[in-house]
């Protein structure tokens, strides 16, 4: 029985990806897209928070934030998460902290919780860091991660696309 439920949860994880993917590449609006990147992941695993930076290669901007499926205008952010989202960028490397009162840059945190930071990566460019946050510590699962590492990989996409989108039309209005 145990198997047969890992092998479904999996299997719907998967489907929720794809409708996420189709979803994804239909949108061409910037802040549009960065909101349905954001329900998508809160939608494909358990969490309390996601947030969205974009990145230039040099700079984070904030880009969209969602708490239990409602927009927020910034992130509630757990201490420490802006060094995370930093240190995700500027490697390009995924960082999973099962409880931040445990990691170096939460040093002296009150509070607890976890966050995964997964980078968006299109080539060997960074544009953006998609975090998952719990407000508790939390130990992410290996299926978890993995979609949420293909919700990032489609999310890429998907923002250079509007990216270059916003880019055409600017040019057509000149």
Same mark, same amino acid.
């Given at each position: 029985?145990?198997?047969?439920? /890992?092998?479904?949860? %999996? ?7 794809? @409708? #996420? ?28 928070? =996601? %947030?969205?930076?974009l990145?230039?290669?040099? !700079?984070?901007?904030?880009? +969209?934030? $969602? !708490?239990?499926?409602? #927009?927020?205008?910034?992130? *509630? ?9 930093? =240190?995700? +960028? ?10 931040v /009162? @445990? %990691? ?20 060997? *460019? ?16 290996? *299926? ?10 489609? =999310? ?6 509007? $990216?270059?989108?916003? $880019? ?7």
């Amino acid at each position: 029985q145990r198997t047969f439920d /890992t092998v479904r949860r %999996h299997g719907q994880g998967l489907e929720g990806l794809r @409708q #996420a993917s189709l979803h994804l590449t239909s949108i061409l609006e910037m802040q549009p897209l960065l909101d349905a990147v954001l329900e998508h992941a809160l939608q494909l695993v358990p969490a309390d928070e =996601a %947030h969205l930076f974009l990145y230039d290669g040099h !700079r984070l901007d904030f880009g +969209a934030a $969602r !708490r239990r499926g409602q #927009a927020q205008p910034q992130p *509630s952010s757990l201490a420490g998460d802006d060094a995370i989202t930093d =240190a995700v +960028a500027r490697s390009g490397e995924r960082m999973i902290i099962p409880d931040v /009162t @445990q %990691h170096p840059f939460c040093r002296g945190l009150a509070r607890d919780g976890a966050i995964a930071a997964l980078p968006l990566r299109v080539g060997g *460019s960074v544009l953006g860091v998609l975090n998952i946050t719990h407000q508790r510590p939390y130990a992410f699962r290996v *299926s978890e991660l993995e979609i949420l590492e293909l919700l990032a990989d489609q =999310a890429a996409a998907a923002l250079q696309n509007a $990216r270059l989108f916003q $880019r055409v039309d600017e040019d057509r209005r000149r």
